[in-house]
């Protein structure tokens, strides 16, 4: 398996700009993550998937955040309108059950000017 | 809320010293993880500690969990430059949902 994959691997975009950052699990995972990390806050858990639906959002930080899972092998984050400090690494993970571990895709880093 | 602590923050140490990073963690929880990110890379999972009493080994890296007392340490013996990274541990909430939640990181140098 190639691991999670991520795209794009970099993104600059000016601000008020909409954002898609894209994500494919390993093939049979059941659990896929998506992380902001920042010099400041560190690695934040923004949301979670099982089985395609989301459980746990508490971490997005605002409504100009969405993510959606419409199937198993796929998932976006989007952020509409984008603004500078949404600059940061967008990491994915997935992992097959709970309590196994979380392989990561490696990243985007989104710079927003 | 799960909070998950860890310390040092930074940590610089001679090659060939031993020292241990801890991890706090302040809701029950029996399952346990360790990472590696090398600057500018991705995360690479370590240990996977799954019950109290938990011990795992790989190479110059040991990682425990003690579950009654909310703490993991990662104990580094004779360290060498290569293990030079930040070191996360991360923890699921047993109480609710909440998933994968990660410590602050520990910033190791090993220095020649």
């Known amino acids: 398996d190639a691991g999670v994959i991520q795209s794009p691997r970099h993104e600059v975009t000016e601000m008020g700009q909409e954002v898609t950052l894209r994500c494919k699990p390993i093939s049979g995972h059941d659990y896929l993550f998506w992380y902001r990390q920042t010099m400041m806050r560190g690695l934040e858990l923004l949301i979670y998937?099982?089985?395609?639906?989301?459980?746990?959002d508490s971490g997005m930080p605002e409504d100009r955040f969405s993510a959606k899972m419409p199937n198993a092998s796929f998932s976006t984050l989007k952020i509409q309108p984008s603004e500078p400090r949404d600059s940061a690494v967008y990491f994915c993970?997935?992992?097959?059950?709970?309590?196994?571990?979380?392989?990561f895709g490696q990243g985007t880093r989104l710079t927003v000017v | 809320e799960l909070k998950v602590e860890q310390n040092p923050l930074f940590l610089s140490m001679q090659e060939g010293k031993n020292y241990t990073i801890y991890c706090n963690y302040s809701t029950t929880s029996d399952r346990l993880y360790w990472y590696r990110q090398d600057p500018g890379k991705s995360l690479e999972s370590l240990f996977v500690l799954l019950s109290n009493g938990a011990v795992k080994q790989e190479g110059r890296l040991m990682a425990s969990l003690d579950t009654k007392a909310r703490l993991s340490t990662l104990h580094i013996t004779a360290a060498v430059h290569d293990l030079s990274a930040t070191y996360f541990c991360?923890?699921?909430?047993?109480?609710?949902?909440?998933?994968?939640?990660f410590g602050s990181g520990t910033q190791l140098t090993v220095l020649p």
């Open positions: 991360a923890v699921d909430n047993s109480g609710s949902a909440r998933q994968l939640t």
């Open positions: 993970a997935s992992r097959k059950g709970m309590g196994t571990e979380a392989f």
């Open positions: 998937f099982n089985n395609n639906v989301p459980i746990d």
